[in-house]
Nanobody
Framework: EVQLQASGGGLVQAGGSLRLSCVVS????????IGWFRQAPGKQRELIAR??????????EYGDSVKGRFTISRDNAKNTMYLQMSSLRAEDTAVYFC?????????WGQGTQVTVSS
């Protein structure tokens, strides 16, 4: 069974930082690109950062809204992916999820809430 469990969200002031973690089981970083998605109230879920599979080189890509502020990484030994978020803004408030890229419906977890106060 594949599981991707995001954690690490919380309440932070604008300009602050937060690190999210995603523990992955049943899915190999060798074969799958994985990424971070977020869904703000009233908006569609969007992909904000992804990291390619080990087989394809592990390069990273970011959405324009987070480029230069967020960093995606993974620890292959721990089967864990991270999202380091800096210079947070009120518009980063959302529920953050991790999934394969492209996402699989069965892999969505509960997500973790990030709230940025201005």
């Amino acid at each position: 069974e594949v599981q991707l469990q995001a954690s690490g969200g919380g309440l932070v002031q604008a300009g602050g930082s937060l690190r999210l973690s995603c523990v992955v089981s049943g899915l190999s970083f060798d074969d799958y690109a994985i990424g971070w998605f977020r869904q703000a109230p009233g908006k569609q879920r969007e992909l904000i950062a992804r990291i390619q599979s080990i087989q394809t080189g592990g390069s990273t890509e970011y959405g324009d809204s987070v480029k230069g502020r967020f960093t995606i990484s993974r620890d292959n030994a721990k089967n864990t992916m991270y999202l380091q978020m800096s210079s947070l803004r009120a518009e980063d408030t959302a529920v953050y999820f991790c999934n394969a890229v492209p996402p699989r419906a069965a892999y969505w977890g509960q997500g973790t809430q990030v709230t940025v106060s201005s």
